[in-house]
């Protein structure tokens, strides 16, 4: 997608991008068409589309369109229409935040499948779902343009940044962390977490790594994996984490709008099909005072868009890393305070980031040390090939991943062009004596150090954040009235 340009004296070649941005559409859909005609062809079952997105907030949303509709019409270009202050509502409650609109005008934005992959919904099979991006009309042109408050425009702007400065591309995996909850009578209209916490000793008091878990949620884990295979979507790992009934699904790497795709796939699945069955699966923070925390830790890697290199391992290089990477982590760690706004979004995702949790909430990073804002993990042939990848272990399910990743390529681009050099690496369980700041410990001091952070704010989109900080505000304002237990309620099957 071509970026938006705001420079007044380009506005020619700006019209002619948006025709091009538009002209490409409109061939993107008759493809689409065609993809949707064979389809329907071998299932006949198929009933609806949904275009989906994902609001500032990382609720899941989407519109559906009848199948038959489209192929009886055939129009010029699939789409629907939402509302402009979609970005402006809650993430539990439809209210409209007027500070994060752009306008006082009533508008619309119209949400146009960009990606070219069709996933038929093994758990709903009448319908398959694609990923759009929202466009909305330029005044001057009278033609679509990439809308300003779109997560998915966001990241594509940094990715065309990233590649066009250096030929470099962002790829990446995330390792799905969550909780699964039996319903039962004791459940179904619980008021407090502790009825919850006391359904799940009921069916495993596993510990990490525990093949007892795996056995116990054996039926349920199976039917998650299996939608998830059914939908191209490459399990890697799966195991039981440390709290009871707590598990981690990782997938396979990918080129990082892809990850995130497939990182709100997983998510989507793995509440619908623990629903159908019977179950809670709640990707919260913390849903539980004396269980671990749920995070989705991003593993991601520098490649070199020519040769198709991983640009990450060095074998020479500090922690096995290369030069260029380090500046990336260098540049990631400079905003550190304000990507923590970004990664997690709610006051649950503080009860998650204390030290030695294992949670990376200090500002440094080193090999394999997980108290680490950045880890580089290990592997058997790290001395000699060097490490592949970094982790940043802070994010959260809270997060709308299309922004996180804006952000932190902006952040490590900073860091590649300014070649800021990390602190020393540090593999110390114990950072407390190394005078390492900690990130924010709360939502409102993050959400104040992106505010005051000029620098994301305009790479990510000035519209999109202010409306990104005002809705976080809003949501802060109305969480911070009811207790952590009730608070811990409210979103519990949100995420």
């Given at each position: 997608?071509?970026?938006?340009q705001?420079?007044n004296?380009?506005?020619?070649?700006?019209?002619?991008?948006?025709?091009?941005?538009?002209?490409?559409?409109?061939?993107?859909?008759?493809?689409?068409?065609?993809?949707?005609?064979?389809?329907k062809?071998?299932?006949?079952?198929?009933?609806?589309?949904?275009v989906?997105?994902?609001?500032?907030?990382?609720?899941?949303?989407?519109?559906?369109?009848?199948?038959?509709?489209?192929?009886?019409?055939?129009?010029?270009l699939?789409?629907v229409?939402?509302?402009?202050?979609?970005?402006?509502?809650?993430?539990?409650?439809?209210?409209?935040?007027?500070?994060?609109?752009?306008?006082?005008?009533f508008?619309?934005?119209?949400?146009?499948?960009?990606?070219?992959?069709?996933?038929?919904?093994?758990?709903?099979?009448?319908?398959?779902?694609?990923?759009?991006?929202?466009?909305?009309?330029?005044?001057?042109?009278?033609?679509?343009?990439?809308?300003?408050?779109?997560?998915?425009?966001?990241?594509?702007?940094?990715?065309?940044?990233?590649?066009?400065?250096?030929?470099?591309?962002?790829?990446?995996?995330?390792?799905?962390?969550?909780?699964?909850?039996?319903?039962?009578?004791?459940?179904?209209?619980?008021?407090?977490?502790?009825?919850?916490?006391?359904?799940?000793?009921?069916?495993?008091?596993?510990?990490?790594?525990?093949?007892?878990?795996?056995?116990?949620?054996?039926?349920?884990?199976?039917?998650?994996?299996n939608?998830?295979?059914?939908?191209?979507l490459?399990?890697?790992?799966?195991?039981?984490?440390?709290?009871?009934?707590?598990?981690?699904?990782?997938?396979?790497?990918?080129?990082?709008?892809?990850?995130?795709?497939?990182?709100?796939?997983?998510?989507?699945?793995?509440?619908?099909?623990?629903?159908?069955?019977g179950?809670?699966?709640?990707?919260?923070?913390?849903?539980?005072?004396?269980?671990?925390?749920?995070?989705?830790?991003?593993?991601?890697?520098l490649?070199?868009?020519?040769?198709?290199?991983?640009?990450?391992?060095?074998?020479?290089?500090?922690?096995?890393?290369?030069?260029?990477?380090?500046?990336?982590?260098?540049?990631?760690?400079?905003?550190?305070k304000?990507?923590?706004?970004?990664?997690?979004?709610?006051?649950?995702?503080?009860?998650?980031?204390?030290?030695?949790?294992?949670?990376?909430?200090?500002?440094?990073?080193?090999?394999d040390?997980?108290?680490?804002?950045?880890?580089?993990?290990?592997?058997?042939?790290?001395?000699?090939?060097?490490?592949?990848?970094?982790?940043?272990?802070t994010?959260?399910?809270?997060?709308?991943?299309?922004?996180?990743?804006?952000?932190?390529?902006?952040?490590?681009?900073?860091?590649?062009?300014?070649?800021?050099?990390?602190?020393?690496p540090?593999s110390?369980?114990?950072?407390?004596?190394?005078?390492n700041?900690?990130i924010?410990?709360?939502?409102e001091?993050?959400?104040?150090?992106?505010?005051?952070?000029?620098?994301?704010?305009?790479?990510?989109?000035?519209?999109?954040?202010?409306?990104?900080?005002?809705?976080?505000?809003?949501e802060?304002?109305?969480?911070?009235?009811?207790?952590?237990?009730?608070?811990?309620?409210?979103?519990?099957?949100?995420?």
């Amino acid at each position: 997608m071509i970026e938006p340009q705001n420079n007044n004296n380009n506005n020619i070649n700006n019209n002619n991008k948006v025709n091009q941005d538009e002209n490409q559409l409109i061939l993107n859909s008759k493809q689409l068409l065609e993809q949707i005609k064979e389809i329907k062809k071998k299932n006949s079952q198929l009933k609806f589309i949904r275009v989906c997105w994902v609001d500032v907030s990382n609720k899941i949303r989407s519109k559906a369109v009848s199948i038959d509709w489209i192929l009886n019409h055939e129009p010029k270009l699939i789409h629907v229409s939402v509302t402009d202050v979609c970005m402006s509502l809650l993430c539990f409650q439809d209210s409209i935040t007027k500070e994060a609109l752009k306008s006082e005008n009533f508008g619309e934005a119209f949400l146009i499948p960009t990606s070219s992959k069709l996933n038929i919904l093994p758990y709903c099979p009448s319908h398959i779902q694609i990923f759009g991006e929202f466009f909305n009309l330029d005044n001057k042109s009278k033609k679509l343009k990439p809308w300003s408050l779109c997560p998915r425009n966001s990241l594509q702007r940094a990715i065309d940044k990233l590649k066009n400065r250096f030929g470099i591309i962002l790829k990446g995996s995330f390792e799905e962390e969550f909780y699964l909850i039996k319903k039962d009578d004791d459940n179904n209209n619980s008021t407090t977490t502790t009825t919850l916490l006391n359904s799940i000793k009921k069916l495993d008091n596993g510990t990490f790594a525990s093949y007892h878990s795996l056995d116990c949620y054996g039926d349920i884990l199976g039917k998650i994996t299996n939608a998830l295979d059914e939908q191209g979507l490459p399990v890697e790992q799966l195991l039981s984490e440390s709290g009871f009934g707590q598990f981690e699904i990782t997938i396979d790497y990918t080129d990082i709008m892809e990850a995130c795709n497939r990182h709100i796939l997983v998510r989507q699945t793995i509440n619908s099909v623990a629903s159908i069955n019977g179950y809670i699966a709640t990707f919260i923070p913390k849903p539980f005072d004396d269980l671990g925390g749920s995070g989705c830790h991003a593993h991601l890697s520098l490649w070199d868009t020519i040769t198709g290199r991983n640009l990450t391992p060095d074998a020479n290089g500090e922690c096995g890393i290369s030069l260029i990477n380090q500046y990336f982590i260098g540049g990631l760690l400079k905003h550190s305070k304000s990507l923590t706004a970004l990664f997690n979004t709610t006051p649950n995702s503080y009860e998650r980031l204390k030290p030695f949790c294992w949670s990376g909430c200090n500002i440094s990073w080193g090999l394999d040390n997980k108290e680490s804002f950045i880890r580089i993990p290990s592997n058997p042939f790290s001395t000699t090939n060097g490490c592949s990848n970094f982790e940043i272990k802070t994010i959260d399910h809270t997060s709308n991943p299309y922004l996180a990743m804006a952000a932190i390529i902006h952040a490590g681009f900073d860091g590649i062009e300014n070649s800021i050099a990390p602190p020393p690496p540090t593999s110390l369980f114990d950072q407390s004596n190394l005078n390492n700041q900690l990130i924010p410990l709360n939502i409102e001091d993050a959400i104040q150090s992106l505010k005051e952070n000029h620098y994301l704010c305009t790479n990510i989109g000035n519209d999109i954040s202010n409306a990104f900080i005002h809705v976080k505000l809003a949501e802060n304002k109305i969480l911070k009235e009811l207790s952590i237990d009730d608070q811990r309620l409210k979103l519990l099957e949100l995420f």
